[in-house]
Nanobody, 125 residues
Framework: QVQLVESGGGLVQAGGSLRLSCVVS????????MAWFRQAPGKEREYVAG????????DYAYSVNERFTISRVNAKSTLYLQMNSLKPEDTAVYYC??????????????????WGQGTQVTVSS
């Protein structure tokens, strides 16, 4: 059984930083495309950033580009999201997702097969 466990969320002031972590167990981590999504109250879950299973390709939503950095350490079965210059509009529950590769540009919820429980990120103004 594949499990994803996120950590690192919290409350931060605008302009601050947080680092999220996601540990994957139950299946070989390096076989998955990995991504972070987020969901704010009353809104749909949206793609934030992704890292390909080969480890060489990263991708970002326009809203977080140049502020957030996604990375993965296959030897630790861990995915990270470094978030800098946080804004109040970044407030959301952040979810880690793992997907068996099947799409050329995996940015949709349906491109991912396994999800973490989510971690709350709140940015105060």
């Amino acid at each position: 059984q594949v499990q994803l466990v996120e950590s690192g969320g919290g409350l931060v002031q605008a302009g601050g930083s947080l680092r999220l972590s996601c540990v994957v167990s139950g299946r070989r981590f390096s076989s998955f495309n990995m991504a972070w999504f987020r969901q704010a109250p009353g809104k749909e879950r949206e793609y934030v950033a992704g890292a390909s299973w080969q480890g060489g390709t990263t991708d970002y939503a326009y809203s977080v580009n140049e502020r957030f950095t996604i990375s993965r350490v296959n030897a630790k079965s861990t995915l990270y999201l470094q978030m800098n210059s946080l804004k109040p509009e970044d407030t959301a529950v952040y979810y880690c997702a793992a997907g068996i590769p099947r799409s050329m540009q995996p940015r949709m919820v349906t491109d991912y097969d396994y999800w973490g429980q989510g971690t709350q990120v709140t940015v105060s103004s």
